[in-house]
C-alpha cells in the first residue's frame, strides 16, 4: 500500500513531493477481510506520510479494485423538450440517467462514466451534442462499477482513521493516468497492471477507456508455485523471485547458482530451475491475458500495443516473453508528465498513488481554470451523499 503527496510547481509542471508504502494488512486481492487492520494500515501509512512532508493531510484521492469490478456498455434515448429542439446539459444528464438507470442493477456502484458517442437524429458519432439541434438524443456510455459493499467497506476503513475521501478512482484507470500519453490513449493502447493477487486490464481508444477486466491471477501465484516446489515460505519465494527469478529458462546456463537457506538446511539451486519452475505458471498468467485482450472487438485499432506495469514486469526476460505470446509490441510502464526528486518513483509500488495525485491535480486545475465545469465532471459518483446514506 503507498500513498503519495503532489502539487504543481511554479512552471505548472506535476510535482512528487512525497512517496511512502507499508505492508498492507486487513484487504486481499482488493477486498477488504479486516476493516480494523486495514485502517491501521491506511493510519499508519498517512501518518508517516504527513511527517515526511510535515503537512497534514484531511482527503484523499483512494483507488479500488477487485474482481467485483465490472464494465457496462449502456445506451439511453430520450425526446428533446425544449420547443425549439436545441439540446442542453440538462438534455445529455437525462439521458445518462436513463441509461445508468437502466443497465446498472442497485448492489453496483458507480465509478466512473465514460460517454463513447451520442446520435442526434439517427446521426451518428457526435462528441458534443450541448447547443446541436435535434428531437430524439441516444448516448453510448462505458460504465465502470464495483460492488457497492466492497465499497462501503473500503469507505469505513478509510473514514475510520480520520480522512475523508475526495473520489474513489479505479486502479486501472488511476495507473493509466500515471503512464500511458494523451498520444497513446487517443490511438489506442492496453494497460496490463499485474498486481498480487489480481491483474487490471485496461483498452484505450480516442482518448476514452473501451473495455475493462481485472482477472484473478498476479504475482502471488508465481510465488506460490516457487514455495511449494522448493518447499519455503511465502516468503522467502517471493524474496528469491525478485532477486533470480527470469521468466525464459532457455536464455541461462546452469552456471547461475544461489543457495537457499530455511532454517537448519541449505542448498544450492541454478537460476535455470527457478526459472523453469517459473515458466509455466507465467506463461498461463499472460495466456489469460491475451484471452481477455482477444475479445476486444477494437483490437485491430490499437496502435501502441501493451504497456506493462507492477512488479512480475520486471522480471529478467518478462517483456520478450509477453511479445511473444500476446503477439502484440509491448513496452514497460514509467511515469509520464511528472517531476520528482524521489530515486524509486518509477516503482510499481507508486504508480497507481502518482495517478491518483495526477487526477486530482487535474481536476482541481481545471476548476481554477473555468467556472463552467465539463457536465462530465458534474456526473461523478455523489461520494458524501453515498456515505452519507449507509453511514
Known sequence: ??????????????SIINAHSVCSKGIKNGVVINIKELTDSIDGLIKQLEEKSKSKISSVYANITGHHIKTNMAKGRINISAKDNEITRLDVNRVIDMATNTYIPFERYILHIFPLSFIIDEQLDIKSPVGMFGKKLEAELHIITALASCVQNIAKSIRASGIEIAELIFSGFATANAVLSEHEKDL??????????TTEIVVFWENNIRFTEVILVGGDCITEAISKELKISFEYAELIKRRFGCANPR?????????????????????????????????DMISQIKSKIDKVQILKR???????????????????????ILGMPVRLGMVKDVISNIQNINSPDYLTSIGLVKYGLLKKHKKIQTISLNFFDKIKFKWKEFIEEYF
Open 1 to 14: 500500500m503507498s500513498a503519495c503527496l503532489g502539487s504543481f510547481d511554479r512552471n505548472d509542471k506535476i
Open 188 to 197: 489506442g493502447v492496453v494497460l496490463v497492471d499485474i498486481g498480487a493477487g
Open 302 to 324: 490499437v496502435t501502441f500495443g501493451v504497456v506493462f506495469t507492477g512488479g512480475t514486469s520486471l522480471m529478467d526476460d518478462f517483456l520478450e516473453v509477453s511479445e511473444d
Open 251 to 283: 536464455k541461462l546456463n546452469n552456471d547461475e547458482r544461489f543457495v537457499i537457506k530455511d532454517g537448519r538446511w541449505q542448498k544450492g539451486i541454478t537460476r535455470r530451475y527457478l526459472s523453469e519452475i517459473i515458466e509455466p505458471t507465467l506463461n
